[in-house]
């Protein structure tokens, strides 16, 4: 009568030894992720600053130059170049070096994601005369009509945007009203089939023409030629 020979136990790895690899594991992972993000970083900065500065031109069509500015409480301080991404007020100036206009960022809530404008605004006609989106991802083929439909666009070649008497608040604020329904110079007529994305645009453009207006016609000297050293 014949025996088998008992089958030798499988050695299993140790739990320590699995937490060592899964640590080594992570930590290398995290270390290329770092590393991706810093090598990456400056030329995607460097692609944004560009995008924005053709945004301005796009938004001011008579400009040829621009200056960077930051609007605050304090006025209207002039940046270097460079400083693009700290800027909110960007001057647009035409061959001759007067002032065609500024450009300027809003940003509200469509239906997917927030949907960030910068618009051009005529400081001597008080309207707004440009506009084109920064950012979105609203629906291909329905909310992105707000970047290519002309009708749409075309509420944006003198949008009335100005202030009250006393220099404090907007005269009327920007509103988007339905397909068709347009009567007043300060509203918008939005687009049917991308309602939402349309709105998000007003609702960008009067809460940043509401802020930034009051302050901007208060320190607008700075942004006249000659004025910034």
């Known amino acids: 009568m014949s025996t088998e020979s008992p089958t030798p136990a499988v050695q299993q790895p140790k739990s320590t030894s699995l937490i060592l690899t899964l640590g080594i594991i992570a930590m290398l992972a995290g270390f290329f992720v770092v ?97 084109t989106v920064l950012q979105s991802t609203e629906t291909p083929g329905l909310g992105d009509k707000v970047s290519s439909d002309p009708d749409f666009l075309a509420n944006f070649d003198c949008l009335e945007a100005r202030l009250n008497e006393d220099g404090t608040a907007m005269a009327h604020e920007i509103v988007t009203v339905k397909n068709g329904n347009k009567t007043q110079p300060w509203q918008i007529d939005g687009i049917s089939g991308a309602t939402v994305t349309s709105m998000a645009i007003g609702t960008a453009l009067r809460e940043s023409t509401n802020e930034m207006l009051p302050l901007l016609m208060k320190y607008k000297e700075a942004l006249l030629p000659g004025m910034q050293p």
């Open 35 to 131: 590393l991706t993000v810093q090598l990456t970083a400056p030329r995607i900065a460097l692609n944004e600053q560009r995008a924005l500065e053709k945004a301005v031109f796009a938004v001011l069509p008579e400009a040829s130059s621009s200056k960077n500015f930051l609007l605050d409480e304090t006025g209207l301080h002039p940046l270097a170049k460079e400083d693009i991404g700290q800027a909110n007020v960007f001057a647009g100036y035409t061959a001759e070096g007067d002032l065609a206009g500024v450009a300027m960022e809003g940003d509200a809530r469509g239906y997917q994601d927030v949907v960030k404008v910068l618009y051009g605004y005529a400081i001597d006609s008080g309207c707004v005369i440009g506009m």
